[in-house]
């Protein structure tokens, strides 16, 4: 039998890279990873169901996007499997006016 943590940081990491692999790829399909009442809270608005959130990400008007995970941290909430998710890492990106960054994030 497999180790329970071993199972959910394994699927914690999973779910992180299939996230800001779809982020980094095409924004218009992180839609589809939001149910619709959904919350969403980025750098300190919120957001409501999924067409506010998709609206959210696609007024970023991003270039470019690549985001570079440092560590996935998970931690159980409920005997249900439901778990806290915590992710670091480094994001690169070009606004649409050509000016590119870099900055950490931190994902819950």
């Known amino acids: 039998m497999m180790d329970r943590d071993f199972v959910r940081a394994a699927l914690a990491e999973a779910c992180a890279r299939h996230f800001f692999e779809t ?5 218009g399909n992180l839609r589809d990873l939001y ?3 959904a919350w969403m809270t ?10 506010a959130i998709s609206a959210k990400f696609e ?3 991003l270039q ?7 560590s996935v941290d998970s931690h159980p909430m409920r005997e ?6 915590q992710v670091l890492g480094h994001w690169n990106f070009t606004e649409a006016g050509g000016h590119q960054q870099i900055r950490n994030f931190c994902e819950a």
């Open 23 to 27: 982020f980094d790829g095409n924004l």
């Open 35 to 37: 149910h619709e009442d």
């Open 42 to 51: 980025f750098v300190g608005e919120k957001y409501q169901g999924r067409p």
């Open 59 to 61: 007024s970023l008007g």
């Open 64 to 70: 470019h996007s690549q985001h570079s995970i440092t």
């Open 80 to 85: 249900d499997g439901a778990m806290f998710v």
